[in-house]
């Protein structure tokens, strides 16, 4: 039996998205062209509730709003913590995949769905 964990944004993150697609009627509705600019929220919205990480016994798939990415976790060199606490997924073959929603800060949490297959260094001690 395979066991998925997913990792997606808050859903709170849609009220904003609310806000920007009230904020927008005005623009909008000033004719029939400029309904265009409803795009902008969907998009957002569509964004928010798709973006995210399945992790599951077989590896990591990386959701974006256009498509997804599995890495299976023999395909899994490490993780890189880029600026500002992003993290990327770095495979055997060279290629990075950007992980969205996940942050450094959740690296334990992380490394606890994947069963010990991903490792949190430990802190450095204060001696050192």
């Given at each position: 039996?395979?066991?998925?964990?997913?990792?997606?944004?808050?859903?709170?993150?849609l009220?904003?998205?609310?806000?920007?697609?009230?904020?927008?009627?005005?623009?909008?509705?000033?004719?029939?062209?400029?309904l265009?600019?409803?795009?902008?929220?969907?998009?957002?919205?569509?964004?928010?509730?798709?973006?995210?990480?399945?992790?599951?016994?077989?590896?990591?798939?990386?959701?974006?709003?256009?498509?997804?990415?599995?890495?299976?976790?023999?395909?899994?060199?490490?993780?890189?913590?880029?600026?500002?606490?992003?993290?990327?997924?770095?495979?055997?073959?060279?290629?990075?995949?950007?992980?969205?929603?996940?942050?450094?800060?959740?690296?334990?949490?992380?490394?606890?769905?994947?069963?010990?297959?991903?490792?949190?260094?430990?802190?450095?001690?204060?001696?050192?």
């Amino acid at each position: 039996m395979s066991t998925t964990a997913r990792l997606r944004m808050n859903r709170t993150a849609l009220v904003p998205v609310a806000f920007l697609a009230l904020c927008a009627v005005p623009l909008a509705t000033a004719s029939a062209w400029t309904l265009v600019v409803f795009l902008l929220p969907l998009a957002v919205a569509l964004w928010v509730l798709r973006s995210g990480v399945d992790v599951g016994d077989d590896g990591l798939t990386v959701h974006s709003l256009v498509g997804s990415r599995t890495v299976r976790w023999p395909e899994l060199a490490g993780i890189r913590v880029a600026d500002r606490g992003a993290l990327w997924l770095v495979t055997t073959g060279g290629t990075e995949v950007r992980v969205p929603v996940i942050r450094a800060r959740d690296l334990p949490r992380l490394a606890e769905l994947s069963g010990g297959r991903i490792e949190v260094p430990a802190p450095p001690s204060a001696g050192q």
